[in-house]
């Protein structure tokens, strides 16, 4: 595969740039390191077959000849760039907005002039605070066009309806993935979800933080599941079709009963404590995966207790170089 990932120094865009090129393709990363790091990047320009360019994909105009000058040819665009946690986008709400808008129009616009599928990596967030569960790919959603999540939740929104209009109109061949909760190693510790927040916390012995009480729920899936399946989607033949795709965990889980098995994981106590419920903080979220499993011949492999091992001893190198953290 030879691909250009937009916010490929984040999370989930360098563990793509990471399986792309250990499968022998080649990669150019894209990101302005707002909230992406060039640390999660860093191993890779080991690989001839990488490139980064520290750009904002929502500023340059001349996007295709900046990607010109590191490959040739392109079959897949990652449209990844976006800040996407709570904290993230509530302190940066009009670059979401603007990565979300410009930044797809010229991923649109990028894989158009090098015949590429556009990948759009959307969220669970366009159904908002969901009043169908599990969540369908048909379910409209249910959001709050003025709240302090709609930079992201109505960004993402706009993001797919210009997906979609461009793929209508014959612009591009493009899919839209749907992500639900997704983490592992290389989230930033203080990015504010749920995951790193509760193993930065159990690592340093402190309480972890419940939002209103714990008992909203989510469904959370390791980062090699979610790669795997964004390989299928930029791999398998689409025939012209347009697809919306759910990826996600479908095993529900209170953020109450995420925090026991984060202690116990952890090898800690468990202490907790409790904070305000963030305003418009979904009650439910869980995705119905069956149109990803279908086309995609794909679903989650990696079960809770392996993905928080492993992200856990990241962490932990992280905070204490792999030396034993406070129990
Ligand atoms: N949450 C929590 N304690 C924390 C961080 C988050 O209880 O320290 C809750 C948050 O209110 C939400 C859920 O965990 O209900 C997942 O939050 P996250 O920010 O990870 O992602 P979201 O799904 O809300 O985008």
């Known amino acids: 595969m030879k691909a250009a990932i937009t916010g490929c120094a984040g999370f989930i865009g360098s563990h793509l740039a990471e399986r792309i090129l250990a499968h022998g393709g080649s990669v150019v990363g894209i990101d302005n390191l707002l909230t992406g ?3 999660n990047v860093r191993h890779l320009l080991d ?4 490139a980064s360019i520290t750009e904002d994909i929502a500023i340059p105009s001349n996007i295709v000849a900046l990607v010109g000058e590191h490959i040739e040819r392109i079959d897949t665009v990652f449209h990844l760039a976006s800040p996407a946690s709570p ?4 302190r940066y709400p009009l670059q979401t907005l603007v990565a979300n808008s410009r930044g797809t129009e010229h991923a649109i616009y990028l894989a158009n002039r090098f015949h590429a599928r556009l990948i759009l990596a959307s969220t669970s967030e366009v159904y908002g605070d969901p009043l169908e569960h599990p ?11 003025v709240g302090p999540r709609s930079c992201y939740d109505e960004g993402k929104r706009y993001a797919e309806a210009l997906v979609a209009a461009a793929h209508r109109v014959g612009l591009v061949d493009a899919a839209i993935v749907r992500i639900f909760n997704t983490y592992g190693p290389r989230m930033r510790i203080d990015d504010g979800r749920v995951v790193p927040s509760f193993i930065g916390r159990a690592l340093r012995g402190e309480p972890l933080t419940l939002y209103g009480g714990g008992e909203q729920t989510r469904s959370f899936m390791y980062v090699d599941d979610l790669i795997d ?4 989607v930029a791999t398998i033949p689409l025939a012209g079709d347009f697809h919306v795709l759910n990826l996600g965990s479908t095993v529900e889980t209170s953020i109450r009963a995420l925090a026991t098995v984060v202690a116990s994981v952890a090898g800690v106590r468990l202490q907790v404590e409790d904070g305000p419920l963030p305003t418009d903080d979904p009650t439910r979220r869980c995705p119905d995966i069956s149109r990803a499993q279908m086309l995609l011949d794909w679903q989650p492999q990696i079960g809770i207790l392996e993905g928080l091992r492993r992200t856990i001893d990241y962490f932990r190198g992280e905070l204490y170089g792999g030396q034993a953290a406070a129990s």
Request: hydrophobic share 25%; proline share 8%.
């Open 37 to 39: 790091r060039s640390e």
């Open 47 to 50: 690989y001839p077959e990488f």
């Open 87 to 90: 904290n993230d986008y509530a």
């Open 135 to 145: 969540q369908t790919e048909e379910y409209w959603g249910n959001v709050n066009p």
């Open 229 to 232: 399946a964004l390989v299928r």
